[in-house]
């Protein structure tokens, strides 16, 4: 198990050097930050100075170790946008994503988990098409045109509920619908496909014989089999949730780590975007190794050296 | 992973005989998903027939008509036009070839670059599985705007640069399910026999592995279609993805919804026939599930 | 399927009901903003430093002329100046000019108004190390010098006739104390200037709350403001701006496209104001040695161009009202600025084809349109390229993008717009295009010192002359098209009152409600 433990640490740290080696090429290649920093209507001598000043003449590996040496100290830099420093403004960012993603993913959960258990019972039924069909209307519309919709009704015809801003929990509703809505199939899918092997299996056959209560049969046995999967998704889910929430924060207006993601890649802040880029990266890496040592205490089987 | 394990020594028949067809006609979730496929395959094979109009063909003075079943609208334009006054019906159809090849292609690209990874992880273990795993948490550590404002950056925004793009980054999930499913099916009879039988290992890979993984291949694939194909949306959101005048139906989308408030049909429009190719994609993709799978499911 | 409720026929009418239903309910918020006689205003973009030496965006500068003040104020309508924490100014000779300060200023934390702000303020902003923004706003200056208490010497680096009209526009004073205390970075996280509305709570990147300055001087032209509170929120999104003003959760948004506010314009509770802005959108040429369209450096090639493009069609349908054709690179109230003499290239694409088949181009030729915003107009006017048989690729990109790939010779032609930081003079537009800067892409020497002679003379007459000789010159050799003048949409409530400024400022301390 230690030895387990240890690989997947290596392994973890390995992918955040490299995922950052690769974002920091990226953000440059994709354009001169001087010209970015320097602004409509700069000069050459402006950018000049400007290249100057932050070392953006200097050879590219020679920036990257240098940002990696400072990050490794625990100095995050400063924005080269807001101008003030890189971590407290990524702190304060960061509880509106993390509040937003896991509302999310609670959200998928809630509506896969009846849905998946239903199809799986009833399945190859009207009924299982219906709980497919449910789950998948979160994912038929792309992302954008699903939020406005909601907007549309629940704002400006129902006016339940405000249009845009962090400010209650109300603000928080159609967000959490509208990413969370996108994760549900995945979800619903493996649950019911779980489900399926695991009521099929001999010993579930036993409970059942035994007499054991429909019930208990299903969230005492089946369901604890099936949600290991689940929770391997959930990783994958909710990283993807947290780095794919641009969309959903842009639209609702709530200033969280995706828009600053977005907006520090449009104007090439390197120190805010390294920053979340490896928090990212570690968010992930460590969730993935959570849900490994999850899965490898719910199911002793799975111990993949 | 969970998977759905096939019983121990049946594999595959990759004809289908007489039987198979018959359950094939008894499962709806393929005949109605698979049917709207088709149907929208040949509309888009037959747009240029079936468009009334040049689809780029702008007309400064006749922008954003209603479709017919309004007042303001005329058979002229059945659909409508666009804020330039392209007729919407003819951007609708040739829009429907620009979907299905992104879907088509992504799913094309990233397939074979996930399911040889991940049989590859599968089979052998060891280092090759840990090299994988790196490359597979590298690649879900990424954010995928970053990926696309680079490539866009370099070689400029194009429908080819968004299929390249989309199906270097997609294969993640073809890894994981094929490297568990080959974990599975490595253990199987016949598997060993053709080991002991000496054959080499890309026969084994391709002969005994890959038809027994292969239905865990095409759900997967026809999901990933769906959601390259949305996606594809999304980035044109950003500005990132195909280039007008070009009529695919995420760039119209994202290109109506500036008048959603006001001409909501410009949005619903490509924003239905969106919907209803995922649907009908996901309607097969399960249905295929379900009858790839051996017996006891049927 | 969400959508598929709407696919049948008589959509229209549940639509129109919804938004109706939506609009009745959205009308009382707005009773609500009036009540408390606060506005509620929504832009897309927040700026990187309240500071308005530390941003260059439109919300930036807006912000600036409600929190701060300047030495001198123009009069939007009459072009005339007027003093506004300057009383009175005369030129001491031709780079120095002195200020007569007025008396009893008080910034919003108390600390008095004098000379020793305007000399920190400048000397500060115009030392490079202080890396301001924009530094052709500042750079001008050499340095300013105390003279008495109320009194103040600007001296520029060389002769600049143009600078009462930066001291009256993005040039605004700071208090010295406080500023040499904390530096931008303490302006930008606590505000402090002279402005008819001071800052009451700012969360970077979320929203500004602004109260009315109940001690502003009531001798300013800006006059005293009849809002109490302002709240600023940045929402990027243009639709859920327009979402927000349909719903009654925003009073005032800008930058509306053109075709949204006229629908919008049918809405009950709200009224759209639209007006000419000193945005001027032109094509620009790569003419140099390195052109990745050798076409292009053929005169007649450029004059077939500017034959093909139908802007009256465009300006008509699609830029929208208050917008103009122009004739010169530009705009009509800057001074200096005049189409007198330059050729007017109608729209003639068999004149175009004519011209393209005498330089070698019968069939026409590929090139590549850059662009950075209003794509609809970038897509009409490649239709009419494509029209003459000019294949032009559209490359849709951020600016800095496009403007990387001016500078390095890769976009041979670029839609561009150019707003001269509302400056009303010539000398902040074209030469920025034609002085062998970076953004020059022409590098005519005649051109270049004749716009020169207009920057650094004295003399009016002169000034005018040379910048007319060269509009022309530019105009006659086709180096560039200039196309149109673009309008800016205002969408608000219907019980706000307020006018539309061509200089895109929005003055809340003129607004007020019905």
């Known amino acids: 198990m230690h030895i387990y433990m240890l690989k997947r640490l290596g392994l973890a740290v390995l992918v955040a050097l490299a995922v950052s080696m690769i974002a920091f090429g990226l953000l440059r290649l994709s354009g001169d930050p001087a010209i970015a920093i320097a602004g409509e209507g700069a000069t050459q001598a402006d950018i000049v100075l400007v290249r100057q000043t932050y070392g953006f003449d200097r050879p590219l590996p020679v920036q990257y170790a240098e940002w990696l040496g400072r990050t490794l100290r625990g100095d995050l830099g400063e924005s080269i946008y807001f101008k003030t420093p890189a971590a407290p403004l990524i702190l304060s960012k960061l509880q509106t994503t993390l509040v937003l993603g896991l509302l999310s993913l609670a959200f998928a959960l809630v509506i896969s988990v009846p849905l998946g258990v239903l199809a799986a019972l009833y399945r190859n039924s009207w009924i299982d098409r219906l709980c497919l069909g449910l789950a998948v209307i979160g994912q038929a519309l792309p992302n954008f045109f699903f939020a406005l919709l909601l907007i549309m009704l629940f704002s400006i015809v129902l006016h339940w509920l405000p249009v845009s801003g962090s400010d209650s929990w109300q603000h928080f509703i159609m967000p959490t619908v509208a990413l969370g809505y996108y994760a549900a199939p995945a979800f619903m899918r493996l649950i019911r496909a779980g489900m399926i092997e695991v009521l099929d299996a001999d010993y579930i056959r036993t409970a059942r014989a035994k007499g054991l209560p429909a019930s208990t049969v299903i969230f005492k046995h089946a369901l604890r089999n099936a949600v290991v999967p689940v929770v391997a998704l959930t990783a994958v889910q909710l990283g993807y949730l947290l780095g794919g929430s641009v969309v959903v924060e842009t639209i609702f207006a709530l200033d969280g780590l995706g828009y600053l993601a977005y907006q520090s890649i449009t104007f090439k802040d390197f120190p805010v975007m390294q920053s979340i880029v490896l928090l990212l990266s570690v968010i992930y890496v460590v969730l993935t190794l959570a849900s490994d040592v999850a899965n490898a205490w719910l199911d002793p089987r799975i111990r993949v050296a | 992973m969970a998977a759905l394990a096939q019983p121990a020594g049946s594999p595959l028949q990759l004809i289908p005989t007489r039987s198979v067809w018959q359950r094939i006609w008894r499962n709806k979730a393929v005949v109605v998903g698979g049917g709207l496929l088709l149907l929208m395959v040949l509309v888009a094979l037959l747009a240029p027939w079936l468009s009334p109009h040049d689809p780029y063909a702008q007309d400064l003075a006749q922008r954003t008509v209603p479709p017919v079943w309004y007042s303001a609208g005329s058979w002229l334009h059945p659909l409508g036009t666009d804020p330039l006054g392209r007729d919407y019906l003819s951007r609708l159809l040739f829009g429907a070839r620009i979907s299905l090849l992104i879907g088509v292609s992504v799913a094309i690209i990233s397939g074979l670059i996930g399911t040889t990874m991940g049989m590859l992880a599968g089979y052998f273990g060891g280092k090759a599985d840990l090299v994988v795993s790196f490359l597979v948490t590298t690649r879900l550590s990424m954010p995928v705007i970053l990926v696309a404002l680079a490539t866009v950056a370099l070689i400029g925004g194009s429908l080819w640069v968004v299929i390249l793009v989309l199906g270097l980054l997609k294969w993640d999930r073809f890894a994981v399910v094929m490297r568990s499913a080959t974990q599975q099916v490595r253990s199987l009879d016949y598997v060993a026999a053709a080991q002991s039988a000496g054959a080499s290992t890309t026969r084994i890979l391709l002969g005994e592995v890959l038809p027994n993984v292969l239905p865990h291949l095409i759900v997967v694939a026809t999901l990933e279609a769906a959601s390259a194909i949305l996606l594809e949306a999304a980035l044109s959101f950003l500005g990132l993805g195909v280039q007008p005048p070009l009529p695919s139906w995420g760039l119209m989308i994202s290109e109506a919804k500036a008048y959603m408030f006001f001409s909501f049909w410009l949005i619903a429009i490509p924003g239905s026939a969106l919907a209803v190719l995922i649907f009908a994609i996901n309607l097969a993709g399960d249905g295929l599930r379900d009858l790839l799978a051996p017996e006891g499911r049927a | ?514």
Not at chain 3, 423 to 443: G, I
Not at chain 3, 478 to 500: C, D, G, I, R, T
Request: proline share 5%; hydrophobic share 40%.
């Open chain 3, 1 to 514: 399927m969400p959508s598929r409720l709407f696919a049948r026929p008589g959509r229209r009418i549940v639509t129109v009901a919804m938004l109706a239903a939506g609009l009745i309910a959205g009308a009382g918020s707005v009773w609500a903003s009036k009540s408390d006689n606060t506005v509620r205003f929504a832009y897309d973009q927040a700026p990187e430093s309240v500071d308005p030496y530390f941003n260059n965006v439109r919300i930036g500068v807006i912000i600036g002329a409600n929190v701060w003040d300047t030495l001198v104020y123009r009069d939007s309508i009459t072009n005339e100046y007027k003093g506004n924490l300057a009383k009175s100014w005369k030129q001491i000779d031709e780079r120095t000019i002195e200020f007569d300060l007025r008396e009893g200023v008080k910034f919003h934390n108390g600390e008095e108004f004098d000379a020793d702000s305007v000399v920190y303020t400048l000397n500060f902003v115009a030392d490079p190390a202080n890396k301001v923004t924009t530094q052709a706003n500042v750079n001008w200056i050499e340095k300013a010098v105390k003279v008495s208490k109320y009194k103040v010497r600007v001296i520029t680096k060389k002769v600049f006739p143009a600078a009462i009209e930066y001291l009256a526009g993005p040039v605004v004073m700071h208090p010295a104390k406080y500023y040499a205390e904390v530096g931008p970075k303490g302006m930008n996280a606590k505000p402090v200037g002279t402005g008819p509305f001071k800052v009451t709570q700012y969360t970077p990147g979320k929203s500004i709350r602004l109260e009315r300055n109940a001690d502003y001087f009531k001798d300013s032209p800006k006059g005293t403001p009849k809002i109490a509170k302002l709240e600023i929120r940045f929402i990027p999104d243009r639709q859920t701006q327009m979402a927000e003003a349909l719903a009654g959760g925003t009073d005032f948004i800008m930058h509306v496209p053109k075709d949204q506010a006229e629908q919008a314009a049918k809405v009950p509770h709200l009224q759209v104001v639209s007006g000419e802005t000193m945005r001027i959108v032109f094509m620009q040429f790569d003419t140099l040695e390195a052109t990745p369209t050798a076409a292009l450096k053929d005169i007649r090639v450029r004059k077939a161009i500017s034959h093909a493009i139908n802007r009256e069609a465009i300006v008509k349908n699609i830029v929208g009202a208050g917008s103009r054709v122009l004739n010169t690179q530009c705009f009509p109230s800057q001074f200096g600025c005049t189409d007198e003499g330059a050729p007017r290239y109608a729209y003639d694409p068999a004149l175009a084809k004519k011209l393209l088949a005498e330089a070698g181009y019968a069939n026409g030729f590929d090139t590549e349109l850059y662009a950075y915003r209003e794509r609809n107009q970038t897509e009409a006017m490649i239709n009419d390229l494509k029209a003459v048989g000019i294949r032009a690729k559209l490359n849709f990109s951020q600016y800095a993008a496009m403007r990387d790939a001016v500078r390095s010779n890769k976009a041979p032609m670029t839609h561009q717009t150019w707003g001269s930081f509302s400056v009303n003079d010539v000398s902040a537009s074209t030469p920025v295009y034609f002085t062998f800067e970076a953004d020059d892409v022409t590098h005519d020497a005649a051109v270049r010192d004749m716009l020169l002679k207009g920057n650094n003379s004295v003399d009016p007459a002169v000034r005018k002359q040379a910048y007319q000789q060269a509009l022309k010159h530019i105009a006659d050799n086709a180096y560039s098209l200039p196309l149109w003048s673009l309008p800016v949409y205002y969408v608000a409530s219907k019980e706000l009152s307020f006018s539309a400024y061509p200089d895109e400022m929005v003055r809340f301390w003129e607004m007020s409600w019905k």
